[in-house]
């Protein structure tokens, strides 16, 4: 079981271009996150989604966004970055309804330098 | 609103000494409390959680935390330090009912020979 893959490891992207972060997990979890995570800020929350066919945006969502086609995939997107979304980008998914006590496992992440 | 304050950014221990990494907390509402631990360069792994059960919760690797309502507090300690522990460790907070996680900024556990 792989749990939670991301993709790519890390990639280096010019500014105004078009990126989509993949997120993949085999648990069959409902609910799935993104965050990003800066230096001396841990961890922010993007964009959630409580389970295949919606999203809800979180603390940090301008710039970005997901969709949920199915149970699996959670897609980020940055239609045209920008430099201040040089990160590290974390995926995660929890097995609960999306209640606050729900564990949630978070992929290896996905390092992004906008230049 | 919700909120969680690490009060150290760095904590340096001795291999075989106590390890104390505090946390508080804001919160309107009962919450969820987590400690999580990141090694370099890898995602993030769940050390335990309290969940409104007992207040005394054990985690992997030897690691507890103890929840206080009255001080607002869920420190994590350790009795005895491994190198293998240096990594940075986030305390995390929800509401109950709600998916969204706050997240503290961060303690770097250093842990010298």
């Known amino acids: 079981i792989a749990g939670i893959t991301q993709a790519p490891t890390s990639q280096i992207l010019a500014a105004g271009r078009r990126m989509t972060l993949r997120c993949t997990q085999d648990?069959?979890?409902?609910?799935m996150y993104w965050y990003r995570q800066d230096l001396g800020l841990g961890l922010r929350l993007i964009h959630y989604?409580?389970?295949?066919?919606?999203?809800g945006k979180g603390e940090v969502p301008d710039g970005y966004s997901v969709s949920r086609a199915n149970t699996d995939d959670f897609p980020l997107t940055l239609a045209s970055a920008v430099p201040s979304q040089t990160s590290v980008y974390f995926c995660?998914?929890?097995?609960?309804?999306?209640?606050?006590?729900?564990?949630?496992?978070f992929g290896p992440g996905t390092r992004l330098t906008v230049l | 609103a919700q909120s969680v304050t690490q009060l150290d950014s760095h904590v340096s221990v001795s291999e075989g000494t106590p390890v104390l990494l505090r946390c508080n907390y804001s919160?309107?509402?009962?919450?969820?409390l987590f400690w999580y631990v990141q090694h370099p360069n890898k995602g993030l792994q769940l050390l335990l959680k309290?969940?409104?059960?007992?207040?005394l919760v054990k985690g992997i690797n030897g690691f507890e935390a103890e929840f206080k309502k009255s001080e607002t507090s869920f420190h994590l300690t350790k009795p005895s330090a491994h190198m293998s522990d240096a990594a940075e460790y986030f305390c995390?907070?929800?509401?109950?009912?709600?998916?969204?996680?706050?997240f503290g900024k961060g303690t770097m556990l250093l842990v010298s020979p």
């Open positions: 995660a998914s929890s097995d609960g309804a999306g209640g606050g006590e729900d564990t949630q496992y």
């Open positions: 648990m069959r979890h409902n609910a």
């Open positions: 309290y969940t409104s059960a007992a207040t």
């Open positions: 989604s409580n389970t295949a066919g919606t999203t």
């Open positions: 995390v907070v929800s509401l109950s009912g709600y998916s969204t996680l706050t």
């Open positions: 919160s309107s509402y009962s919450p969820s």
